[in-house]
């Protein structure tokens, strides 16, 4: 058994859905994501089903996985979308998404940004400080149209997860502070060119228990009933912070026992009315993707074992990053003479590195999956060390698309201009 259902052993060879990963690797060569439909699908139904009939709207915290081939898929099946950019804007309106689905998050929004907000006609901003508020409420003013606004409040409370990915903390750059909250409300309330809707906050990502969302929740709702006594009243209250995904041996929080904690206590404050929006980006694609990858070499020391790959951190940065930990599976174990193996890349740097003391039976020239790829992988790539990104591959049962080519080379410098000759 692997973390990622959707891919799985047949026949000694890993396959993703029913398709194996040697004849992905054979025809679009390595390093290759490789994305499953169906875990797309799945993902989303546990969604779906924690959310029944109840006033739910999940939006996708697109960051995870941009591609266009899974916002599709997901628009499809319902999706709003939590955006962070511009560009990620675009990216929804490319693929004929609903604006009044998005909900638009980041804490340095620009104005050509907003304006593209508010021209497409988002859901709500959700306003992180109170010079955004101002710069806001001047941008729908000059373009004559109201902007909807949640503010994000930071709750002050700690999501048990990685430091880098923890954002509900007083020290975190993210969100107005939840003492002030009130008073930024108030703010927003009385500039016309905004109307109040919403309250948002953030606390993590990768979070597996349902405490510190449960304790974030009645610091929100302690705050919007003090807001309704004050005249302003809240539709929707989005519980940002992202649950987690196996890795290794996690037990993710199930979206169900969220939603039925969240909607226990809202029936028990009497604010039934509130619609709940959900911004879930890892949980949704994390292990709908893997990264295959050739080795390249084998390096034996005393000290050390590498295995060096045709991957590496400009394809997944994580590992380096966050202190990350992903599965790593030979896509054709050989089951003898393992060795402790680093798994590391070609890039110049001693951060290159996908993976440390794993237990592997390695011969040059082996396929090995990373598993749960499918979110911030290849959203975070980069061309460092003029590397192309790699090819992305959807599989949907037996068939599979290529849903973003490999970089040809000549793309990452052909719009690159020389200086004009000295005199
Ligand atoms: C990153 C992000 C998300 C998605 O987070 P996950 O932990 O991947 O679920 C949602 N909302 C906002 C505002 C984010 O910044």
């Known amino acids: 058994m692997t973390v990622a259902p959707d891919f799985q052993f047949q026949n000694g060879v890993l396959h993703a859905e029913s398709v194996p990963l040697t004849k992905l690797a054979q025809e679009f060569g390595t390093p290759l994501y490789v994305y ?25 915290g697109m960051k995870a996985n941009s591609n266009l081939a899974v916002l599709n898929e997901f628009k499809n099946l319902g999706a709003g979308f939590d955006i962070v950019s511009g560009g990620e804007l675009a990216r929804v309106l490319a693929i004929g998404g609903d604006p009044s689905k998005i909900v638009f998050s980041g804490v340095g929004k620009q104005v050509w940004e907003m304006r593209a907000a508010l021209k497409a006609g988002v859901k709500c901003f959700n306003v992180e400080s109170e010079a955004e508020l101002v710069r806001l409420a001047e941008v729908a003013g000059q373009a004559g149209v109201v902007a909807d606004v949640s503010l994000r409040v930071n709750p002050d409370v700690d999501a048990l997860t990685h430091p880098y990915i923890s954002t509900g903390l007083k020290e975190n750059k993210f969100g107005i502070a939840i003492e002030a909250a ?34 974030a929740l009645e610091k929100l709702l302690a705050l919007i009933e003090t807001l309704a006594q004050q005249g302003v009243h809240i539709r929707h209250l989005d519980l940002g912070g992202g649950i987690g995904i196996r ?95 680093d798994i590391v890349g070609p890039i110049c740097e001693s951060g290159d590195w996908l993976a440390r003391d794993r237990m592997l039976a390695l011969q040059q020239g082996d396929l090995l999956a990373i598993m749960s790829a499918g979110a911030y992988a290849f959203t975070m790539a980069s061309q460092y060390n003029t590397r192309p990104r790699a090819a992305e591959v959807m599989v949907d049962g037996e068939h599979y698309h290529v849903v973003r080519p490999r970089e040809p080379l000549h793309s990452l410098f052909a719009s690159e201009t020389l200086l004009p000759e000295t005199k």
């Open 36 to 60: 499953s439909r169906k875990a797309l699908n799945d993902a989303w139904e546990s969604y779906r089903q924690a959310a029944g009939q109840r006033n739910v709207l999940i939006c996708y």
């Open 247 to 341: 890795y290794t041996d996690e037990t993710p929080l199930s979206p169900k026992v969220l939603l039925d904690q969240v909607f226990e206590r809202l029936q028990a404050r009497d604010l039934g009315h509130l619609q709940i929006v959900l911004e879930p980006g890892r949980s949704l694609v994390g292990n709908a993707g893997v990264l295959l990858t050739t080795v390249e070499y084998l390096k034996h020391s005393t000290a050390k074992n590498f295995a060096v790959v045709d991957a590496a951190m400009n394809d997944l940065i994580r590992p380096t990053l966050y202190d990350a930990w992903h599965s790593i599976e030979a896509v054709e174990p050989r089951g003898q003479s393992a060795r402790k193996y």
């Open 182 to 215: 009130l008073a930024t409300y108030q703010r927003a309330a009385s500039l016309p060119s905004l109307r109040v809707v919403g309250v948002d906050c953030h606390i993590g990502s990768q979070i597996t228990e349902v405490g510190p969302y449960l304790d």
